[in-house]
């Protein structure tokens, strides 16, 4: 966990908490590295690794933390043993040439799968992933294709549904945004750790662990 000072807003504060929470009710971590010269993205035994760069810009901090943890809900119980997700290198990764194991499975499908879950993560969190995320994954670019705007929803609706068919979203695609209205199963444990900090609060323990400062 980094302290956030002022550089975060109140939103971005609790955006971040909740992704943290989130993956510690599933026992995963996130630490922030100098170099991820001999590091994946994720190690393949629970572990994340984000570039500490990255937390002086809290949007893109949110969005790389909700990407990771929607890899993780996506993948099945072989992907979760590999570097990566054996899907091969983020790309902040440094084992460019290790973590590609799974060649039978599309990655580019898997890599778009987990941008959109990863959104509706953000969402959820109480952070709007059209503030950083939708431009910096490129959706954007889909929303302006061929001179001819689209919705938010007609860019992404087919990726919500094939979310839907893997079990990672309950509910329906209804109104004009996107990304309310979603059931997220991978969510659920999330409340039982919320417990266990505001317990740990009364005590006088910080609520989430401090392991990195922001300078």
């Known amino acids: 966990m980094i302290t956030t000072g002022d550089q975060m807003s109140p939103e971005e504060k609790r955006a971040y908490a909740s992704l943290y929470m989130l993956a510690q009710s599933h026992g995963l971590t996130f630490t922030f590295v100098n170099s991820m ?16 760069k990255h937390s002086r810009n809290p949007e893109q901090m949110i969005s790389d933390m909700a990407h990771e943890l929607a890899h993780y809900a996506l993948a099945n119980e072989e992907m979760r043993t590999y570097p990566d997700f054996g899907l091969g290198p983020s790309p902040d990764s440094g084992l460019a040439h290790a973590s590609k194991v799974l060649f039978d499975v599309n990655c580019d499908t898997e890599e778009e799968l987990a941008s959109v879950f990863g959104m509706v993560l953000e969402f ?15 959706w954007g670019i889909a929303y302006h294709a061929n001179g001819d705007p689209k919705t938010p929803k007609e860019v992404i609706g087919k990726h919500l549904e094939l979310l839907k068919l893997r079990g990672a979203l309950q509910g329906e695609l209804g109104g004009d945004d996107p990304f309310v209205g979603w059931t997220i199963p991978f969510c659920e444990r999330k409340r039982d750790v919320e417990c266990q900090s505001a317990r740990h609060s009364r005590a006088g323990e910080p609520a989430v662990p401090v392991e990195a400062t922001v300078g």
Request: proline letters at 6%; glycine letters at 12%; charged letters at 25%.
């Open 37 to 52: 010269a001999d590091k994946p993205g994720y190690d393949g035994a629970g572990n994340f690794y984000v570039m500490q």
């Open 124 to 138: 959820w969190a109480g952070h709007d992933p059209r503030r950083f995320t939708w431009d910096f994954h490129s």
